[in-house]
């Protein structure tokens, strides 16, 4: 493996994706494809559901944090990692603490899931807290201060192209059960799954067409494709979505999904809320309000499924107890 550290704004390819399955696989689970008949008699159509929620540490974002962190010379690995993030991320970098005995400094938002943080300090990090409004400046600040480096939620090259194993995954699992997948849902935020998605499908399934899923309120991947440009959302807004409510459109994964995506779709709390009920029900797992926004999407019927072989992910499971009471009954 080469030593020479890539420009993290250069764009990552679908070579990218292949050489991070690689980085991962020690560390990271082939999560399953899973399948409901009865969902797809409901849907008429057939729906597969890409369980990254039974990953480890719970979320997609062990991919990217895995493939960042081994990529990485001695010496940055001596110098330690800063993230910024509302969760999953900076439970993904936690544990990459311990496994790669790297420091890491997680800068979470006061309103994050308490879940959430506490395995984030069970697994090592140090984790400071403060508004939403001020992630980026206070990352920013503890990165130039304790001389470390700075590993974003989405807009890294090596985040992205871990993300990006889910799709190689899927192609090859939809393979197995001699399914041709037409279209893939994604729950977005800053857009790296999306971006990692369109990637480790470019080639393994090229007549997929991927759209992504947002929360009502912080559909920032539908205002910056109407914009032609990265549109980031200013404080204030609320969603149980905790996981896709930021507020950045993160640069590497705008610039992989603006001429690539086929469209985005937005839905509400309660709709993410009947979905968690849904993924429990069906398939037995709890995911969620962020991680289920894709199941969503296809619920609601704000993708008709008829005639089709759809394929969501869910992207995660870290939530607070009461809420997944809340969704189950």
Do not use: P
């Given at each position: 493996m080469s030593n020479v550290t890539p420009s993290p704004k250069a764009l990552p390819s679908h070579a990218d994706v292949l050489a991070a399955a690689d980085r991962i696989k020690v560390h990271c689970i082939e999560t399953p494809l899973l399948e409901s008949p009865y969902l797809n008699r409901q849907l008429g159509g057939r729906l597969l559901v890409k369980a990254e929620s039974l990953q480890t540490t719970g979320s997609f974002k062990l991919r990217g944090a895995v493939n960042r962190i081994a990529a990485m010379n001695e010496t940055e690995k001596q110098r330690g990692v800063v993230a910024r993030s509302s969760g999953n991320h900076g439970l993904a970098l936690a544990y990459c603490s311990q496994a790669f005995g790297v420091s890491v400094v997680v800068v979470a938002p006061d309103t994050a899931p308490e879940a959430k943080v506490k395995r984030i300090k069970d697994y090592g990090a140090r984790v400071v807290q403060v508004p939403m409004k001020d992630l980026a400046s206070v990352a920013a600040e503890i990165t130039a201060r304790e001389q470390r480096i700075l590993v974003p939620p989405a807009d890294d090259l090596w985040v992205v192209s871990?993300?990006?194993?889910?799709?190689?995954?899927?192609?090859?699992q939809a393979r197995r059960v001699a399914a041709s997948i037409d279209v893939v849902l994604t729950c977005c935020s800053g857009g790296g799954l999306t971006a990692g998605m369109l990637l480790g499908l470019a080639e393994t399934s090229p007549t997929t067409r991927v759209h992504a899923v947002e929360a009502v309120g912080f559909e920032k991947m539908a205002r910056s494709l109407e914009a032609g440009r990265r549109i980031d959302l200013k404080p204030g807004g609320h969603s149980i979505c905790d996981a896709i409510n930021g507020l950045y459109m993160a640069e590497i994964p705008f610039e992989i999904i603006k001429s690539r995506l086929a469209g985005t779709l937005a839905v509400t709390?309660?709709?993410?809320?009947?979905?968690?009920?849904?993924?429990?029900l069906e398939f037995g797992l709890i995911v969620e309000p962020g991680g289920a926004v894709a199941l969503a999407a296809v619920l609601t019927g704000g993708l008709p499924?008829?005639?089709?072989?759809?394929?969501?992910?869910?992207?995660?499971?870290?939530v607070d107890p009461p809420l997944v009471v809340r969704a189950l009954t």
């Open positions: 871990g993300a990006g194993t889910v799709g190689l995954e899927m192609a090859r709390d309660d709709d993410a809320l009947t979905a968690m009920k849904i993924a429990y499924l008829e005639g089709r072989t759809v394929a969501v992910v869910f992207s995660g499971r870290n």
